[in-house]
C-alpha cells in the first residue's frame, strides 16, 4: 500500500481531482460505493502499480487519506493537462529517476490492476505518450506522460484556447493501449467507466455489488 517498497521503475502516479463536480454537488472522490469511497478504491487499486501517490486538487481539498497534495501551478480552471504538468513539473523539482507520470482521475473506481503494466508494454520509447482505451474509446487521463514534454505543455498551456488533451496529442507520438471490458452478470463493465451523474454513480454501485 501507500508507502511500501515497490518493485524498481515504477512511475509515480498522480490522481486528477481537480474538477468541480458540479452535476453532482460533490467531490465525486468522496463518494461511497461499495463500502469505501472512491478515491478509495482509485489508491487501493493503484498503490501497487506506481512508486508514490500524489492527489492534484487545491490546497484546500478534504483529504481524509492524508496523501500529498499538489495543486495546479496554473491560475483558473486549465483542465486535467494544468495537473499533468504540475506533476511533470513535481518530478523534476524532485530529481524522480522516471522518466514518466501515471495520470487517472478521480472518479473512475474500477481501473485496471494491469493498469500501469499494459500502458508500459504499448512502448520502450520514454519520450511516447501512452494513453488507455476501451470499447474502441480513448482515455487520455489515463496515460503515461513523458516528463520530456513539460517544457512544450507549459508553453502550450499558456495560450487560454489550449486546453483540449486530445488537441495536445496531436503535437507528440501518442501510443493507445486497448484494454478489455470486465464480465459481470450485469453485462460487461468498462474498466474505465467514470461517474459524473447520480444515476452512474448507483449504477457503479451495483457493479461493486457484483465484484465483490
Request: charged residues 20%; negative net charge; contains cysteine.
Amino acid at each position: 500500500m501507500i508507502g511500501a517498497v515497490l518493485p524498481p521503475g515504477l512511475p509515480p502516479g498522480l490522481i486528477l481531482a481537480g474538477g468541480k463536480s458540479s452535476r453532482m454537488g460533490t467531490a465525486k472522490a468522496f463518494l461511497t460505493i461499495g463500502g469505501d469511497t472512491i478515491l478509495g478504491h482509485i489508491v487501493r487499486r493503484l498503490s501497487p502499480q506506481v512508486c508514490a501517490i500524489t492527489l492534484n486538487a487545491p490546497e484546500d481539498f478534504s483529504n481524509p487519506l492524508g496523501l500529498p497534495l499538489l495543486p495546479d501551478r496554473l491560475g483558473g480552471q486549465a483542465g486535467p493537462l494544468a495537473g499533468v504538468l504540475s506533476g511533470l513539473r513535481d518530478m523534476q523539482d524532485r530529481g524522480t529517476a522516471a522518466s514518466r507520470l501515471l495520470t487517472v482521475p478521480s472518479d473512475s473506481p474500477f481501473l485496471p490492476a494491469d493498469l500501469v503494466a499494459r500502458l508500459r508494454a504499448g512502448t520502450a520509447d520514454p519520450d511516447t505518450i501512452v494513453i488507455a482505451a476501451s470499447e474502441g474509446r480513448n482515455h487520455p487521463v489515463f496515460g503515461l506522460w513523458p516528463v520530456s514534454i513539460a517544457d512544450d505543455l507549459e508553453a502550450w498551456l499558456a495560450d487560454p484556447d489550449n486546453r483540449r488533451i486530445t488537441a495536445f496529442l496531436r503535437r507528440h507520438r501518442t501510443v493507445t493501449v486497448e484494454f478489455p471490458t470486465i464480465g459481470t452478470s450485469r453485462g460487461p463493465l468498462d474498466p474505465f467507466f467514470n461517474i459524473n451523474t447520480p444515476e452512474e454513480l448507483e449504477e457503479a454501485r451495483r457493479f461493486a455489488e457484483e465484484l465483490a
